[in-house]
């Protein structure tokens, strides 16, 4: 989340500086004047960090399905499935038919806190 907030405190400089210039399309990863980014430029620009980096080959979309496996999974309630599925631009009923292979930790999780609350 740090990363996340210095990142759009940068931004925020960018955008004061350029005044007028800057396209505010609310992007996270944005070009140098708020605009979306070109994906072929960031797949390039992904594969050139990955490999310096020495790891395994990852494209922007392996990186959103890792991204939404890891939401899924991670989901502490319905609620947060569907906050998943917003971010991704899906509906609750696509991210449970795409991800379903990795919800049962994530219902077990759910089971074992509503057993735990007290007076049950």
Known sequence: MRAFQTHRAAQLEARLALGPAWHDETLVVATSVGTAVNPDNLDRDLDRIIRS???PR???HGLRHTAATHM???????GELRAAADVLGHSPEMLMKVYAHTLPDSLRQIANRIAARPGR
């Open 58 to 60: 990852l494209t922007s």
């Open 72 to 78: 899924t999974r991670r989901a502490a309630d319905v």
């Open 53 to 55: 980096a020495g790891l």
